[in-house]
């Protein structure tokens, strides 16, 4: 879930290095104060991957963009690192400091700082931006996952509430490990982090080829198959050329794709839906397949894929 604006190679300039160095000299300084949140931890365009996409595969990630200049954000993360610490790993905060990461930030479309995020199996949910109580903090992020419970769409095992018991903690405090999955989320992992989203992708294709009801596993195959597909992607070129070719069924998948990483389900399923009409034969075989693709994104029985599902069928007969 990587698009090339996400590239750990762009160029950052000189004041957003500093603004890296100074955030990262401060978490040194807290660390050895004993005052971290061993729940918590920084990221930039070269870990969001797997900080903040793939850790939340197994535990939610609330992401925090924050400006490092901001009394604002300053309060703001301070409300997150208390819930976060008191919610013993129940969920991860990540934190991205917008001036050392402002294309991370505009790749996720953050109207302004401070803002939250929750980062659940892969996808992102948008949270509120700018000013915000701890009780205003609090009472979102728990109506957050309470809603995500309830629509089946957090890991197994998840309580589904903000706070939890206390979590592994050394004394050090060493922020712990994500809580453990089934070994199939094991060993696909452990491809993604050799960057090897090929291997995961067999890892949960086997899954799903031993046990076809294993609909969790074929979910997971769907979101590594995405986030491979966006790996060297453009979105802005992809979109253009989707935008000049309504019958491109590469350029339109591909957009597709970009929609529904953004959270935008409906767009990508009206988009392929609209390829299916404007193709024939092979290219509109391959956008239906493509577009049933995407359902297993979403958690069976969602009223969005049944809608699509019912404008599949239309444009197809």
């Known amino acids: 879930m990587q698009p090339s604006d996400f590239s750990p190679n762009s160029a950052v300039d000189l004041g957003a290095r500093k603004a890296a160095m100074e955030r990262e000299a401060k978490q040194r300084a807290a660390e050895s104060a004993g005052r971290s949140n061993p729940y918590a931890f920084d990221v930039d365009e070269s870990s969001f991957q797997a900080q903040v996409l793939e850790r939340s595969m197994t535990a939610p990630v609330v992401l925090a963009v924050l400006a490092?200049?901001?009394?604002?954000?300053?309060?703001?993360?301070?409300?997150?690192?208390?819930?976060?610490?008191?919610?013993?790993?129940?969920?991860?905060?990540?934190?991205?400091?917008?001036?050392?990461?402002?294309?991370?930030?505009?790749?996720?479309?953050?109207?302004?700082?401070?803002?939250i995020i929750v980062a659940v199996q892969g996808q992102l949910l948008p949270g509120p931006a700018g000013p915000a109580t701890e009780e205003q903090l609090t009472g979102w992020l728990t109506e957050a996952f309470a809603a995500l419970q309830e629509q089946g769409a957090l890991p197994p095992g998840h309580p589904g509430?903000?706070?939890?018991?206390?979590?592994?903690?050394?004394?050090?405090?060493?922020?712990?490990?994500?809580?453990?999955?089934?070994?199939?989320?094991?060993?696909?992992?452990?491809?993604?982090?050799?960057?090897?989203?090929?291997?995961?992708?067999?890892?949960?294709?086997?899954?799903?080829?031993?046990?076809?009801?294993?609909?969790?596993?074929?979910?997971?195959?769907?979101?590594v198959g995405l986030v491979g597909r966006l790996q060297d992607v453009d979105p802005d070129a992809a979109r253009a050329a989707a935008d000049a070719d309504p019958a491109d069924v590469d350029a339109q998948t591909t957009a597709a794709d970009i929609d529904m990483y953004g959270g935008k389900f409906e767009d990508a399923f009206d988009r392929l839906v609209a390829t299916?009409?404007?193709?024939?034969?092979?290219?509109?075989?391959?956008?239906?397949?493509?577009?049933?693709?995407?359902?297993?994104?979403?958690?069976?029985?969602?009223?969005?894929?049944?809608?699509?599902?019912?404008?599949?069928?239309s444009a197809l007969f």
């Open 68 to 115: 490092g200049w901001s009394d604002q954000s300053k309060q703001f993360e301070d409300v997150l690192d208390k819930l976060s610490a008191a919610s013993g790993g129940n969920w991860f905060l990540a934190k991205v400091d917008s001036d050392a990461s402002p294309q991370l930030v505009q790749a996720l479309r953050v109207p302004t700082a401070p803002m």
């Open 276 to 313: 299916v009409r404007a193709t024939r034969d092979k290219d509109r075989d391959r956008a239906r397949q493509h577009l049933l693709g995407l359902f297993d994104l979403l958690p069976p029985g969602d009223p969005r894929v049944s809608a699509a599902r019912r404008k599949l069928t």
């Open 161 to 223: 509430t903000l706070a939890g018991e206390p979590g592994p903690e050394d004394a050090a405090g060493a922020q712990p490990e994500a809580p453990q999955g089934r070994p199939v989320d094991a060993e696909a992992q452990e491809a993604l982090d050799r960057g090897d989203f090929d291997a995961a992708a067999a890892v949960y294709a086997k899954a799903v080829e031993a046990d076809p009801g294993d609909t969790e596993s074929r979910s997971k195959l769907a979101q």
